[in-house]
């Protein structure tokens, strides 16, 4: 079965890059999403993004602007980039694989699992 | 952004008893095409990641125990727990997938009373 292993620092300063892989074993890349959800301290659960295999991504229009997703399918890894973080970006965060909707023009996310085992950053000066 | 409200924000419940979570989304999550709701349900237990219980509504996935059960159509529904057992104390969310982008509800604490 498919299994999300992620990582990345874990203590950021204001304006500095958050930067997160997740590693996916047991299957395939195509045919679905490859996911970030966060989960600031205490809270709900908000969608940033994903990528398809190909490279394909949807990213949330709040996160758009400072967002960068990548995929590299011969690592099987996928990776996450937010810059300019504030203390707003500290959450745990979460990779997951995501179904793939298709509705419109463009493919969206539907459902994740499984999720990888989360990396909690904290932004602060 | 559809917005999606769960209720009660808390649920103490006894062990053996049922337990019912319900979630509205602030518009319909039905699909007119295919007569689908673009509606999922999850499980956080403290210190977990999410887990995947429900899809399409009602749908449970593969692994799921059977005292699960979810249902409701357009804006309204809910996630059943038949009898409470110890290891179903979790925080329970439920995410509409009909819009971009998706959104989760703000979270269900059940607790054992």
């Known amino acids: 079965q498919v299994q999300l292993q992620q990582w990345g620092a874990g203590l950021l300063r204001p304006s500095e890059t958050l930067s997160l892989t997740c590693n996916m074993s047991?299957?395939?890349?195509?045919?679905?999403?490859w996911s970030w959800i966060r989960q600031p301290p205490g809270k709900g659960l908000e969608w940033i993004g994903e990528i398809s295999h190909s490279g394909f991504t949807n990213s949330n229009p709040s996160l758009k602007s400072r967002l960068t997703i990548s995929i590299d399918t011969s690592k099987r890894q996928f990776s996450l980039r937010l810059n300019s973080v504030t203390a707003a970006d500290t959450a745990i965060y979460y990779c997951?694989?995501?179904?793939?909707?298709?509705?419109?023009?463009?493919?969206?996310?539907?459902?994740?699992?499984?999720w990888g085992q989360g990396t909690l950053v904290t932004v602060s000066s | 952004d559809i917005v999606m409200t769960q209720s009660p924000d808390s649920l103490p419940v006894s062990l053996g008893e049922r337990a019912t979570i319900n979630c509205k989304s602030s518009?319909?999550?039905?699909?007119?095409?295919?007569?689908?709701?673009?509606l999922s349900w999850y499980q956080q237990r403290p210190g977990q990641p999410p887990k995947l219980l429900i899809y399409?509504?009602?749908t449970r996935e593969s692994g799921v125990p059977e005292r699960f059960s979810a249902s409701g159509s357009e804006t309204d529904f809910t996630l059943t727990i038949s009898s409470l057992q110890a290891e179903d104390v979790a925080v329970y969310y439920c995410q509409q997938y009909y819009s971009f982008p998706c959104t989760f509800g703000q979270g269900t604490r059940l607790e054992i009373k």
């Open positions: 399409w509504a009602s």
């Open positions: 997951a694989r995501a179904a793939v909707m298709v509705r419109g023009l463009t493919p969206t996310p539907g459902w994740f699992a499984p």
């Open positions: 518009q319909s999550v039905l699909s007119s095409s295919d007569n689908k709701n673009f």
């Open positions: 047991g299957g395939s890349f195509s045919g679905y999403f």
